[in-house]
């Protein structure tokens, strides 16, 4: 088939499956139904698979080792590291003796995951989650070599199934000859111990409680699996053998640690004691599960200074093994993209960068993240815009109209799920008000309260009426935006008649709990007994990592984080919700869904740039992600930036003045008086000036070319840190980033309105100077009294802001064209006065005249402001390693 056409096919194909979607698009079935846009022949084979190679390309879309079409698995990896060894292993031991503890997991995945949903749906979660980690593997070092020292890192989605590949991981790394696997599990108890009872359902076949999940069958006593911490217990000495036993083994050891200075100290002690021979003969696989959790080192920003203690305990273990593989996983890789790649610390194994590969795993079918939940229609429904409130709970003790019908929420959602036959399964909801325990209890207490007031309700012969009104106007808004999920998800979710999910919220009164999940709290929340789980768990960090709330359905959230990587972690209702997706629902600010609207694009673009990375066949060494900045939030802990520099820095949407003066450099200050008279005289030639409503603002009747402004301002000296103290404006980035949006290929900031800002009437006792010919009063702007720098605090005044703008503009930013930023000019009297004069001694801060105990000449200031729209073509920064 000739080249136009199969270009022609393949692009058609590309349109049909963003038009249908991932879930609904079938590639063989499509290449099946391919006919010659002219004949209206069938392709030969040849062709086919040429369109077919043309179509992945266009999606990004790969084969997997197996030959089934999957989403892409991005690996950016360095071959010049890496001795190729596992597709040829996997071609000879690819069978149930040699590929033992895998195989076996598949079958379990198999019978659960069918179990649960389908046949069908089974098979593909099976074959996404092994091709996922064949891939992996073939980037992990030859367990069968004398000697390696490999680090990598994957990146899944906050909730999204990473337990399942490690353990996938952890299998088929036991059956290449990894003998001893370690996993650093969280920092919380709960976190280890539900990562253990998981590993041991689905790896070791032991049983230490009672849990609802299957467990896998034990291995026979020649492949069973060695363990040296249980679901009750971490790594304690006393409890085993010498390490050196485990070393002389042919089956892998495996244990399941906290991050804990102390676990981690004590388990580098227990196998230090065998020799280096010895561990020489046990290859190390250290998966370490949160991995921008308390591994990074904090200190990284001091080369000076030793790493914390976590970090260094990690690489202490490593440095006991001359075959060790490192793989960190996490969501929320920003701390890890961002350790130094230079850091070096003498005695200690390399940091934990993942200098051999990066993986980024896919987003799974069905799964609900942020750019499902905060963005596009669905966001509406799936969202419910609250006030921030938390003060209001803590300070009154009482309920808030937002907490009673979240509440109202859940109490209706697990009635439905008991009619949808899912009693038996745990139905969540989560009450995330803040990180301080004493507020944690005060929410207990008030959730505790609406509890018993609407069981008596309920079961009072003369509320109960009333009550059953209240409850159907929330079940009617409640049941109708859960049909509106269902028609547009295509799900078929069960929606039953109002009577019968108000007699059954007696049963689900029954077994509700109230718990409160933190360091102080007796409660616990355990799902592993196999009773029936209904629970309101109210908590903080507990809940903001690692750790899963099943049957998630309601989440009540009014905590702010200010660091993208902990509100992502925050996050528990991402995840699956099969069954029930229609129920769920996040009760918000409008600030917090702001915030995820901006992580989610922040996602989307973090993994488009490693697979980008993977496309231009660049190494994890060479690979500088950049990292969608924002105004409020931080990328990471300020101890976590490491080597992060800003990469390309964007002032869409900003104000811009100066408030740094060298008071003391006369000579500047008069220069620059002089450019910007020049440059208003200039203007001025071309266009009048208009004295706005008499208020001494003097507006360009015409708009001022981008050139010509962007010529003053590189003219126009601002005031550095030798002179102010502070870091001034940031003119240098400032400047490049108007030159490069008047230089794009779509110009923006073209047209700007330019403005002399002076007093209506002459103050001070300052008469009007001339300024371009402008005739302008000065204004009075004291100064902040500091012992070094000159700063007056603020320079401009609100409605300055909008003044070129229609009457009525609520911001500087509301109708302002891309085109059109503001430029204002401001006159300030040398004889500026503090309104108050302070007394001595002086403070820091405290008001001051302008020129207060400045020696040198006191001259007239030339303020600036520079107000910019939105940019499309550039709206946000951008940080990352210079590599």
Not at 225 to 236: H, I, K, Q
Not at 523 to 550: C, F, H, M, P, W
Request: with cysteine.
């Amino acid at each position: 088939m000739e080249e136009q056409y199969i270009e022609q096919i393949a692009k058609n194909l590309y349109g049909y499956f963003n038009h249908v979607g991932v879930e609904a698009f079938d590639i063989n079935n499509e290449l099946e139904q391919v006919t010659h846009p002219i004949t209206r022949e069938k392709p030969d084979k040849e062709s086919l698979r040429a369109i077919e190679e043309r179509f992945l390309q266009k999606t990004q879309y790969k084969r997997s080792h197996d030959g089934a079409i999957l989403i892409p698995v991005s690996v950016v990896s360095d071959p010049r590291l890496h001795e190729e060894w596992y597709p040829e292993w996997w071609d000879i031991h690819n069978n149930d003796e040699s590929s033992y503890y895998w195989k076996r997991l598949e079958d379990h995945l198999s019978r659960e995951l069918t179990r649960k949903y389908g046949p069908d749906s089974a098979a593909k979660v099976v074959r996404s989650i092994d091709d996922a980690t064949y891939r992996i593997m073939d980037k992990l070092a030859n367990p069968a070599r004398k000697e390696f020292s490999y680090k990598g890192m994957v990146v899944g989605y906050v909730q999204s199934g990473k337990t399942a590949n490690f353990t996938t991981l952890i299998a088929k790394a036991a059956d290449a000859g990894y003998k001893f696997i370690v996993v650093l599990a969280g920092i919380h108890n709960v976190l280890r111990r539900q990562t253990q009872v998981r590993l041991d359902q689905e790896l070791t076949g032991i049983r230490d409680v009672e849990s609802e999940g299957a467990y896998i069958a034990q291995p026979g006593a020649a492949k069973a699996w060695n363990r040296l911490t249980s679901a009750d217990s971490d790594f304690f000495q006393g409890t085993h053998g010498l390490f050196s036993g485990y070393c002389e083994r042919v089956t892998p050891t495996l244990a399941v640690v906290k991050k804990n200075v102390r676990v981690l100290e004590r388990l580098i002690e227990y196998v230090s004691e065998a020799n280096s021979e010895a561990r020489a003969n046990m290859p190390i696989l250290i998966i370490d599960d949160e991995a921008d959790q308390a591994s990074v080192d904090g200190n990284a920003n001091d080369p000076d200074a030793d790493p914390t203690r976590t970090n260094e305990r990690i690489r202490t273990l490593l440095s006991y093994f001359s075959r060790k593989t490192y793989v960190g996983y996490t969501a929320t890789p920003f701390a890890n993209a961002l350790i130094d790649l230079t850091t070096e610390h003498d005695g200690l194994e390399d940091d934990l960068y993942p200098r051999n590969f990066v993986v980024s795993l896919p987003k799974p079918e069905g799964y609900f993240g942020a750019a499902r939940i905060f963005q596009g229609d669905l966001s509406d429904y799936f969202v419910q815009q609250i006030p921030s409130e938390r003060n209001q709970l803590y300070r009154t003790g009482e309920i808030t109209t937002s907490l009673a019908r979240s509440i109202d929420q859940f109490l209706l959602g697990c009635a439905v799920r008991n009619l949808r036959l899912q009693k038996e399964k745990p139905m969540s909801m989560l009450v995330h008000v803040s990180h301080i325990i004493d507020e944690m209890a005060v929410a207990k207490r008030i959730v505790e309260g609406y509890m018993e007031d609407l069981k008596s309700r309920y079961r009072d012969a003369v509320q109960s009426a009333a009550l059953k009104d209240d409850m159907r106007e929330m079940w009617n808004d409640y049941s109708e935006n859960a049909a509106a999920i269902n028609r547009d998800l295509k799900l078929e979710n069960f929606l039953p008649d109002y009577n019968e999910v108000w007699t059954e919220l007696d049963r689900v009164f029954q077994v509700l709990q109230v718990l409160e999940l933190n360091s102080r709290s007796d409660d616990t929340l355990d799902y592993t007994t196999g009773e029936e789980i209904k629970v309101i768990a109210v908590g903080g960090n507990q809940l903001s990592r690692g750790l899963t709330l099943e049957g998630l359905m309601i989440s009540y959230y009014l905590r702010e984080s200010r660091q993208y990587d902990t509100l992502l972690q925050m996050a528990r209702w991402f995840g699956y919700r099969h069954g029930y997706e229609d129920l769920t629902r996040i009760h918000t600010t409008a600030r917090i869904w702001e915030f995820f609207e901006h992580l989610a694009l922040v996602e989307q673009e973090l993994r488009s740039e490693i697979y980008r990375y993977e496309e231009d066949g660049l190494t994890p060494m060479q690979m500088a992600l950049a990292i969608r900045d924002h105004r409020t939030l931080s990328v990471t802990a300020p101890n976590k930036m490491g080597a992060a520099m800003m990469r390309q820095t964007s002032f869409s949407e900003s104000l811009n003045q100066t408030i740094w003066f060298p008071l003391d450099q006369p000579e500047v200050l008069r220069e620059n008086w002089y450019l910007g008279s020049r440059f208003i005289e200039a203007i001025d030639n071309d266009t009048d000036f208009t004295n706005v409503n008499d208020t001494g603002v003097f507006l360009s009747n015409d708009k001022v070319d981008g050139a010509i402004v962007l010529e003053f301002l590189n003219g126009y000296s601002f005031a550095g840190t030798e002179s102010t103290g502070g870091p001034g404006l940031p003119d240098q980035l400032l400047l490049e980033y108007i030159d490069r949006r008047l230089n794009h290929a779509s110009p923006e900031l073209t047209q700007w309105s330019v403005a002399v800002v002076g007093n209506a009437n002459p103050t001070l006792g300052v008469n009007p100077v001339d300024f371009g010919g402008l005739q302008i009063n000065p204004l009075g702007r004291s100064r902040r009294y500091s012992e070094k720098g000159y700063n007056i605090g603020v320079l401009t005044e609100s409605p300055h802001l909008r003044i070129d703008l229609v009457e009525g503009a609520s911001s500087p930013y509301d109708n302002r064209d891309s085109q059109n930023p503001l430029l204002l000019l401001y006159l300030v009297a040398k004889e500026s006065r503090a309104r108050i004069q302070p007394q001595l001694p002086l403070s820091a801060n405290v008001r001051v005249n302008l020129y207060y105990g400045v020696k040198t000449a006191h001259v007239d200031l030339l303020g600036i402001a520079i107000v910019l729209p939105e940019s499309p073509q550039e709206p946000n920064s951008y940080l990352g390693q210079l590599i």
